[in-house]
């Protein structure tokens, strides 16, 4: 069974522009969430996608937005890149929501501001 | 405010020498605490999954066990492929979320 798949692995972006990170799920899966991960801060939710509906949010600027598609799968977006954007962005994804299901990780994307 | 601390934040054991890693938390409505390890550079890989108080999971040398207040991952005679950094998070019904506890990085010494 394949796992849950991230790509592109490494991103090198200048500040001011924009971003687009994918996801796909374990095949079946129905909720797939959103990580930043850094050094200082650990990992921080970003937001949470089920059946193409977000169905909660953590604290982050409107600049970070997302969407998932009929499939499953779910794009990350970041707009007007900062340098503290700079992290390893996680996705992870459960067969259910709300429920307390294990989360499977992807290996991340890399993104680097400049 | 549901909040999740792990403890040490780092810990080099040697090998063979058994010891414990902490995490404790402060939520309302638990809904499921879970451990994974996560090495550099990856995606955390699932562990454990505890939902209550007196609960018991074993995978080869690690042991998860959770209290009203806290869980514990027991490492017996850690290899150093063990190294990796061991995150615990929880999911409650108050959030809906899962919240991640800072991790506690693990160096196992040959």
């Known amino acids: 069974k394949a796992g849950v798949t991230q790509t592109p692995r490494y991103l090198i972006k200048t500040r001011g522009q924009q971003v687009t990170l994918s996801c796909s799920p374990i095949?079946?899966?129905?909720?797939v969430s959103w990580y930043q991960q850094t050094p200082g801060q650990g990992l921080q939710f970003l937001f949470e996608?089920?059946?193409?509906?977000?169905?909660n949010k953590g604290n982050f600027p409107g600049r970070f937005s997302g969407r998932q598609f009929s499939n499953s799968r779910s794009e990350m977006n970041v707009s007007t890149l900062e340098l503290g954007d700079s992290a390893l962005y996680l996705c992870?994804?459960?067969?259910?929501?709300?429920?307390?299901?294990?989360?499977?990780f992807g290996q991340g994307t890399r993104l680097t501001v400049v | 405010e549901d909040q999740v601390t792990q403890s040490p934040e780092a810990l080099r054991l040697q090998e063979g020498e058994s010891s414990s890693l902490n995490c404790s938390y402060t939520?309302?409505?638990?809904?499921?605490l879970f451990w994974y390890r996560q090495d550099p550079g990856k995606g955390p890989e699932f562990l454990f999954t505890?939902?209550?108080a007196g609960e018991e999971k074993e995978k080869e040398r690690l042991k998860a066990t959770l209290t009203k207040k806290e869980s514990f991952l027991h490492i017996t005679a850690p290899k150093p492929e063990d190294s990796a950094t061991y995150l615990c998070?929880?999911?409650?019904?108050?959030?809906?979320?899962?919240?991640f506890g800072t991790g506690t990085r693990l160096k196992v010494l040959a």
């Open positions: 992870a994804s459960s067969l259910m929501t709300g429920e307390g299901a294990e989360a499977f």
């Open positions: 939520v309302s409505g638990l809904r499921g």
């Open positions: 996608y089920f059946s193409e509906t977000q169905r």
């Open positions: 998070a929880v999911f409650t019904s108050g959030t809906y979320k899962y919240i």
């Open positions: 095949s079946g899966h129905r909720s």
């Open positions: 505890l939902y209550s």
